[in-house]
């Protein structure tokens, strides 16, 4: 339960400084690239993508998906 706290807590922090943000996730369950949209572009975040793939939490999934989320 802690983990996906501070899953959520990265996330809304996230989304509390940008409009929106994107996960793309491959198929084997790990965040492949990450953006955040920022005066309506869409940026690449590594760090973003980074943090989360050293969280112990995979996504199950058999197919690549993109995963947006806005404020």
């Keep these: 339960m802690r983990l996906e706290s501070y899953y959520s807590m990265l996330i809304e922090m996230y989304l ?31 760090n973003l993508k980074n943090i989360l793939n050293k969280l112990p939490i995979t996504f199950e999934t058999y197919k690549n998906i993109i995963v947006t989320l806005k404020h």
């Design 16 to 46: 509390n400084k940008y409009p929106q943000i994107k996960l793309h996730i491959d198929a084997s369950g790990k965040v492949a690239k990450t953006e955040k949209e920022s005066n309506g572009v869409w940026l690449l975040d590594r």
